[in-house]
């Protein structure tokens, strides 16, 4: 039990920094490539900070803990819209300046209801996960196409700075890249290992697991990046991260677990936990996109997005205790 646990401390910490290597090398040669900053933000830097929960969830998939898969998945999407954006915009309010953020964030929504298709029969099938997979094809080519498209954003301002500031020779992010995904698949072995044995010892589902210490862990790189980012006044790129990140979430880890094993969904999944992630998902669409205007999440709905989240948490607590 002991070795379980720091197991999974030790593979989170790696995973946190082996997360933030490999997005920083790729977005790093991605620039040496002569991709534009707004494909870089919406793809590279979006869909690379899920690099962990792809991850994690894929070895579950393949050792045969398919609902540690789904819970890491759905969890990270409530821990990066409850927690993360929640407790950046109580320390700093986020203002939305991008268009193609506000496109993004009702297409995340979207994807968000249409996954609930591939639950409501009771497992997310093989054909469940090829649909899931061919919407995120669909979703990379519309990515690829507007991020080509010439003319600014702040999305793209945001991510010329943030690469600015980290500035690498092309050798050197190559070798970042490879390094941190290397680790990324060590560490991840690792926290499989040690969260299965936990939720044995415990008795405990690995949906449970997976919804609480490995979904809040793969997260923490979306958590140490938006904060960095906020510091700089880079508010477009902390939301950037999250619909990239939770996008990627829903369609690619999802769809990847379920190819190489069929997920059966409990019936909590249904009742508790994709109602909370649609939730926070509309809360996040209403509140970026704006009443009118610009979108901006106070310090009011960010102290809402983030009681949401510890309430959902203190709730998956409870239904352990409960089932004891």
């Not at 249409?114 to 997310?124: E, I, P, R, T």
């Amino acid at each position: 039990m002991l070795m379980a646990i720091i197991a999974v401390a030790l593979g989170l910490a790696v995973l946190v920094w082996s997360a933030d290597r490999f997005v920083d090398g790729a977005a790093a040669t991605s620039r040496h490539l002569g991709l534009p900053p707004l494909l870089i933000g919406m793809v590279i830097i979006g869909f690379g900070t899920s690099a962990p929960e792809l991850m994690v969830s894929g070895l579950s998939a393949w050792q045969g803990n398919p609902g540690l898969a789904l819970g890491n998945a759905y969890g990270s999407n409530i821990a990066n819209i409850g927690l993360i954006v929640g407790l950046v915009a109580l320390l700093s309010p986020l203002t939305m300046h991008s268009q193609v953020l506000r496109q993004e964030l009702p297409l995340l929504m979207l994807v968000t209801v249409a996954s609930l298709w591939c639950l409501q029969d009771g497992d997310v099938s093989r054909w469940d996960a090829v649909l899931l997979l061919a919407m995120l094809a669909a979703l990379l080519t519309y990515s690829v196409m507007r991020g080509r498209q010439k003319g600014s954003d702040a999305l793209a301002d945001n991510t010329t700075a943030n690469l600015d500031a980290q500035e690498m020779t092309l050798k050197r992010a190559i070798t970042w890249t490879l390094v941190g995904l290397v680790m990324l698949i060590a560490s991840s072995r690792l926290l499989v290992w040690g969260a299965v044995d936990i939720a044995s010892a415990f008795g405990v589902s690995d949906l449970i697991i997976g919804l609480t210490v490995v979904a809040i862990g793969t997260s923490l790189p979306e958590l140490a990046s938006s904060i960095s980012a906020v510091r700089k006044n880079e508010h477009d790129l902390v939301i950037g991260n999250v619909v990239g990140s939770n996008l990627f979430n829903t369609l690619a880890v999802v769809g990847l677990a379920g190819i190489i094993d069929p997920i059966n969904v409990d019936s909590a999944v249904l009742v508790r936990d994709w109602p909370v992630m649609a939730g926070l998902t509309l809360a996040l669409t209403v509140f970026g996109i704006g009443w009118k205007g610009q979108g901006r999440i106070n310090r009011l709905e960010a102290a809402l997005l983030l009681a949401t989240f510890i309430a959902y948490t203190a709730w998956l607590v409870m239904s352990v205790i409960g089932g004891r």
